[in-house]
């Protein structure tokens, strides 16, 4: 009998984490003021994040130490284990390897906690007594609540309105590990006046609730703002996924031909391929293809532009170059909201624009459909962002079945779907749709784009 399942030991837990930084072959574009429009400098970020997360941002260091406080909080459920997916693989009928690496065990059931973790002990070690965060559906705002809590900082999570009433139990979770939740747009900041004050029932967006926690952060006392995907920091954060899965591909005697994952801002899957990315961009794995999942509704590397964008709606955050689909963009409401952010993370853009990688937009029905194949054979019923990339793996096989080819496909697993439940319902009784790309908002929401001075365009 093949093995099921890879389990590392506590002692094989990574001690790093890897930034990929000083291994590109072009460096990345800096972040720009969104005043200014000049490149930002430390000082211009310190009244968001600690010290340390800024240097990490834009480290060239290759390796950096994980803080012991951190790993012994990480332990709570890392390693995560590798598994192949014998009877999907049966199901299928195909001659592929199919793996995957499992998220959903942490405490708030995601890869989110990964930085979590980290951000709340980097800024309570600075002195810092109170967070601010926006969360989508919910995820990010748990796995905050959840580090916060475990370090003693206050924390108030800004929840996109839509999601706040159709998912409470992601905010229950957040008040049960102590932190307060508002809905976004709120009456709480000048930015969620606004909002309101041009449509009272604005269903909110990420980039609007951003504006809303950037805003509360600077103007309150002893506290930051922490943003859960995105950021340089919080991908190499997330990277301690790929090196475990590293070492048990190794024990399970394969090197992945396809890497898989679903992406939002991004975090989960770069976590995951960044360090095989590293054998990529040095050659001795020139082959490998990593494929980047998103909504067809949300295609932000499949049909955005490579450009100069703000991070939120207010324009508080700092332009960023990355595949945007335009700040101003409101996706349709798909269940996977953890997907529905208009840029894409810099590192992921950068890649994608140097070639490195691809990507590929799915449809929400058949997400929904990988996912219930997935909990009818492999048994995990996974988070609508997840069944993304469920549904790219089992593409890449049936590919496989077709041509005959024993390719090793490895997905990053990004969490459970127990809070869900609502939308595997929709789909189950046939109430689900699925959202043709929304072109003529997407072309409005791009004539928007900041202007930058030409040496960054
Ligand atoms: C938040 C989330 C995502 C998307 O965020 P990334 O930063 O792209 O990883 C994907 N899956 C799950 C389960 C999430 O909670």
């Known amino acids: 009998m093949e093995k099921t399942k890879f389990i590392l030991d506590e002692k094989q837990m990574p001690t790093q984490w890897y930034n990929i930084q000083p291994d590109l072959p072009v460096p990345l574009p800096p972040y720009l003021h969104p005043g200014t429009k000049q490149p930002l400098g430390p000082a211009d970020l310190a009244p968001l994040f600690a010290m340390e997360l ?20 990480y332990k709570l459920w890392r390693p995560t284990n590798l598994f192949r997916a014998h009877r999907l693989e049966k199901f299928l009928d195909t001659p592929a390897k199919i793996y995957y690496k499992y998220e959903g065990t942490s405490p708030p059931g995601s890869h989110k906690p990964n930085t979590a973790i980290p951000q709340a002990y980097y800024n309570k070690k600075e002195g810092i007594k109170r967070m601010t965060t926006e969360t989508g559906a919910g995820q990010w705002g748990s796995s905050l609540a959840f580090a916060c809590n475990l370090f003693g900082l206050e924390l108030k999570v800004y929840m996109v309105k839509v999601s706040y009433n159709q998912k409470p139990y992601r905010r229950i979770m957040m008040e049960t590990w102590g932190a307060k939740c508002v809905a976004s747009p709120s009456k709480d900041t000048k930015s969620g006046r606004d909002a309101l004050a041009a449509d009272p029932n604005c269903p909110g967006s990420l980039g609007l609730a951003i504006s809303e926690a950037v805003e509360d952060c600077v103007t309150s006392k002893n506290t930051h703002y922490s943003l859960g995907s995105v950021l340089n920091h919080v991908l190499m954060h997330q990277t301690v996924i790929g090196q475990e899965a590293m070492k048990q591909m190794e024990m399970a005697g394969d090197y992945p031909d396809i890497l ?15 360090p095989f990315a590293k054998d990529k961009l040095s050659g001795k794995k020139k082959n490998l293809r990593i494929i980047n999942v998103e909504p067809e509704s949300c295609p932000t590397l499949t049909k955005g532009l490579y450009a100069y964008d703000l991070g939120d709606v207010a324009g508080m955050a700092p332009i960023a170059k990355m595949f945007t689909l335009g700040h101003g963009f409101m996706p349709p409401p798909v269940h996977a909201g953890g997907l529905r952010y208009h840029g894409m993370s810099p590192l992921i853009s950068h890649l994608h624009k140097l070639g490195f990688v691809e990507a590929v937009a799915v449809p929400q029905l058949a997400t929904f459909e990988a996912g219930i194949t997935f909990a009818r054979t492999e048994g995990i019923i996974s988070a609508p962002e997840t069944c993304h990339a469920i549904r790219a793996t089992i593409d890449e096989a049936l590919k496989c079945k077709a041509t005959g080819e024993k390719k090793v496909i490895l997905f990053n697993h990004s969490g459970h779907g127990h809070f869900d439940m609502a939308a595997y319902e929709q789909y189950l009784t046939g109430k689900l749709q699925d959202y043709a790309y929304p072109e003529d908002l997407v072309k409005k929401a791009l004539k928007d784009l900041p202007e930058v001075p030409a040496e960054y365009r």
């Open 54 to 73: 800024i240097k990490q941002e834009v480290s060239q260091e290759r390796y950096i130490d994980i803080p012991e406080e951190v790993q012994e909080v």
């Open 260 to 274: 898989i994952g679903c992406v939002g801002g991004g975090s989960n899957f770069a976590g995951m391929f960044l």
